[in-house]
């Protein structure tokens, strides 16, 4: 009976070890695999983009000048209906800013929650270190106030200038205020009542949008989801989750997905650098790169008269010229391979920088061996 219980508790242990494996291998995701929340977008989820013009005092010093007429009239116009009665021709705004403040709201901020606004000066402000934001209404799109944005500045940076040196750090003309708004007004938008949303994906390619449909449709149960072009899906909302709507979305921004694009190669001619995508491959091509370096210099020989020259004799300048031509001499190197890897390596075995591979990589383009988008910024 002992050993009948130890054999069936052996079985009964490796059955279990078995299961625990299996289920581990078919949820295991591919190693590139990311989630749909981070390569695509969801409708009725953004943020909606407010702007205000306002004013910023306490600067020392450094803010704008009279060249600024705007600054000058915004301060007539807020002291006027304050009840103080200033002539315009004697304001000099030096410790005043004229500001345009942007901040993005959530389509689901509700009124009474803070935003985060940044500042940047429109005038010849040099500074907006130790400023303070005067109440400024931002605005919608639609005209509609939104927010209300009052606060202590935060510069990251600084700037200092003396009689015949000046030092900086940063951008001292654009400044923060945490939480420096306050949401008055939230946007007229119902979530949960949708019947159907549309999901846009973040790159343009079929093979991706047919996995993100069939991954949508298993973790749904259902053909609910239908790709509309190479990046677009349109989704019906389940019965089970008209007017609930969150546990549906928190499941589907969570799905892996493994999203595959056109084999592309980027240039920054400015830069120097390059970035090739894995999927980039190339045909058997002999490649053969070198400079040729050709330096011209001038200079000019005098000649003196010498102790017996004849009388009327001048110095004469002779100009002369030397060239010398430099030409590296490198072999052809046979460069075959279907892969990233060997790729690079195929350059690097001929010394190839990266303004070297700029080119290199332009002519494999027209030479046809360079299976790959080429794009040049």
Not at 8 to 15: Q, V
Request: aromatic content about 4%.
């Amino acid at each position: 009976m002992k050993r009948g219980n130890r054999t069936n508790n052996i079985s009964a242990g490796i059955t279990a070890t078995i299961l625990l494996l299996f289920v581990i291998f078919m949820n295991v995701q591919p190693a590139e695999a990311v989630r749909l929340k981070d390569i695509s977008s969801f409708s009725g989820v953004r943020d909606n983009a407010l702007v205000g013009y306002g004013l910023v005092v306490g600067l020392s010093g450094t803010g704008d000048g009279t060249n600024s007429a705007f600054t000058i009239t915004s301060m007539v116009n807020m002291l006027e209906k304050m009840g103080v009665q200033v002539d315009r021709d004697s304001i000099k705004p030096k410790n005043v800013a004229a500001v345009m403040v942007t901040a993005k709201m959530p389509v689901s901020a509700k009124p009474g929650s803070p935003l985060d606004v940044t500042l940047s000066s429109i005038g010849d402000s040099k500074s907006l270190f130790g400023g303070v934001l005067l109440l400024t209404p931002l605005k919608g799109i639609d005209g509609n106030v939104y927010a209300l944005a009052q606060g202590a500045l935060t510069v990251g940076g600084f700037s200092t200038t003396g009689a015949a040196a000046s030092v900086s750090q940063n951008v001292v003309t654009v400044a923060r205020i945490p939480n420096g708004a306050t949401i008055e007004r939230s946007v007229p938008f119902a979530f949960n009542n949708q019947r159907k949303i549309t999901i846009n994906l973040d790159m343009s390619d079929f093979g991706t949008i047919m996995q993100v449909v069939k991954r949508i449709n298993n973790a749904i149960g259902g053909n609910y989801a239908s790709a509309i072009d190479a990046s677009t899906v349109d989704l019906a909302i389940p019965d089970d989750f008209r007017g609930n709507m969150v546990p549906l979305m928190a499941s589907l921004e969570n799905l892996e997905i493994s999203p595959d694009g056109k084999a592309k190669v980027v240039v920054d001619e400015k830069t120097g650098t390059i970035v090739l995508g894995r999927n980039v491959r190339l045909t058997k091509v002999a490649i053969a790169h070198g400079n040729l370096q050709v330096v011209v210099t001038e200079g000019a020989d005098v000649s003196q008269p010498g102790p017996f020259a004849p009388a009327g004799a001048e110095t004469v300048t002779t100009p002369t010229t030397g060239i010398q031509v430099k030409a590296d001499n490198n072999r052809l190197m046979l460069v075959e391979g279907a892969t990233l890897q060997e790729l690079v390596d195929g350059l690097n075995a001929i010394g190839a920088t990266p303004r070297d591979l700029i080119s290199i990589l332009r002519t494999m383009k027209v030479a046809g061996a360079l299976h790959a988008e080429l794009e040049v910024i």
